[in-house]
């Protein structure tokens, strides 16, 4: 049976117990910055020459420096990673987009347990584990969330955005916009200890930035990476793009810093930066092999710095290795938050479990307590079909390749065949690790519908991405996060839902669309099971595409429209798993519209 609500083999490594439970007085801040697609090499405190980011090393500087701290290959797993401590292969996030994003639902998020131990929590930005009740920000432990949910979005610049679930306009450029509402979040506090996530969704593409970052990098002479590949590879107008991005970023979180300040509580609060994979393209990376995608150390290495200056002395150098996955119980024992906590946490709450958490606490090595480890500390990285295993001293691949990292961080010598007993360990613990999660963790995508009505809200988005259409009806882009439906020229045809209605009732219906004058007349019809509602299109919308005015290097995403809303009506939804099917019963002209998503909201049980 189908369990909808989140409340209603081990590894070598565990959580560390945490500190007695602290009082909210007692309690940090914390707030934890999470930039996409910004490599290792991407600022000035790892060595880049081509800019400075002040901000962000000032955070190493009055810091910790992780200096061997990895996430993800890709986007969504390590934001799984970092939320629940766990590998992202042990909860279903086996993709990007169309569900595959999603952390299981049984599983508890730092944001769970930091509102449970009384902290006001929010999430601004981009959220990528599921957009709709159980998976949204909302269901997993944040208060309030700003942002957008998808993998990436196709307008940085005042683009549609949600607030808890009901679609809005964002104002101005939208890490700006985000960091706005973290900098109010924090303002609005009081004497409440708070926890921001602020996610931004830059520099991952389309190449965006206000113009005023532009102008200081357009022209800007570059110096490529050590790595002739990387050289060879790098296209430098694209890297001048990235520049701009990140110094936007920079920017937005020196912002937040002068908000800690002002508010007195920049010495009480815990402030983290990381990225979430390598760089989205070849530029300067510290000459490391791979970007985004990869499991060499340019793909999986990323920049880290944890500020506490309550606990952590300025100039702090963590070099054992380190991961997403020991964010969240570092953070709990800063907080005074206890497995004994998050254990009692998931037992009150109905479907949730208390998994080992794969990560460890660093507290000790942070606050100087503990000395740090020589031991030889496995991390575990997997995307498609490739995997690898570091360890303090060395990197092994399932391809058979073993590279001494610390001598070696380039990974250009492979040791197999000098050092087989070391392979041998490492290809031994790999398979091993990948036999407890990945292997065992088979999804079956009817478990994980997506579900309407929802009791932890009131709407329910269904968009175009996790749709499928009948016949030439076309997608605006193969990658589905923010695209559309077009060519939509036969009443045979049909945008179709895999859904499961948790709460039986009546739900108000609305469209967003674009479509021209001839269009005008088109009735569409939505259909689930014996119930349907219908609506004609009365207003053209004859939106042209933007986002190529404001690219500053070409993209390879598919480009967005401001979108009408259509009022369609009320349909009663019987509960259970069925299909919703939107069809054209009516086109007067040559297509019906150009359909993005689909708001249910449910007005009476």
Known sequence: MLKIHRFATSMLFVLVTGVANLSAAERPNVVVILADDQGFGDLSWTGNPNFQTPNIDSLARDGARLQHFYVCAVCSPTRAEFLTGRYHTRMGVTSTSSGGERMNTDEVTVADLFRDAGYRTAAYGKWHNGMQAPYHPNSRGFDDFYGFCSGHWGNYHSPMLEHNGRLIDGHGFIVDDLTNHAIDFIRQSGDQPFFVYLPYNTPHSPM??????????????????????????????????????????????????????????????????????????????????????SVNEGGLRSPCTIRYPAKINAGTEVTQVTGAIDLMPTLMQMAGISEQDRQRFAAKHDGMNAHKIDGVSQVAVLTGDSPQSSDDRLLFSWWKNKASVRSNQYRYHSTGQLFDIQSDPVEDVDLAQQLPQVASELSDALRRATESTVASNTIDPESRPFIIGHPDMALTQLPARDATSTGDIQRSN????????????????????????????????????????????????????????????????????????????????????????????????????????????????DEAIEFRLMMLERVSP
């Open 208 to 293: 965006q930035a206000p113009d005023e970052y532009w102008q200081q990098y357009r022209n800007r002479d570059i110096t490529s990476d050590p790595d002739p590949n990387n050289a060879k590879q790098e296209n430098k107008d694209f890297t001048r793009a990235a520049l701009a991005m990140v110094a936007n970023i920079d920017d937005n979180v020196g912002r937040v810093l002068k908000c800690l300040d002002e508010q007195g509580v920049a010495d009480d609060t815990i402030v983290i930066y990381f990225s979430d994979n390598g760089p989205n393209k070849a530029r300067w990376n510290v000459g490391l092999r791979g970007r985004k995608g």
């Open 478 to 589: 193969r990658f589905p996060n923010c695209t559309f439906f077009g060519n939509w020229t036969s009443t045979d045809e049909t945008i179709d839902w895999d859904v499961h209605v948790a709460d039986a009732g009546r739900y108000r219906v609305m469209i967003k669309y674009a479509c021209p004058a001839s269009s005008v007349g088109t009735r569409l019809k939505l259909t689930a099971r014996e119930a349907s509602v219908s609506a004609v299109v009365q207003k053209p919308n004859d939106a042209p595409l933007i986002g190529a005015d404001e690219d500053l290097f070409p993209r390879q995403e598919g480009y967005v429209k401001r979108w009408a809303d259509l009022p369609v009506g009320e349909i009663d939804l019987q509960a259970g798993p069925q299909k919703l099917s939107l069809h054209a019963t009516e086109i007067p002209g």
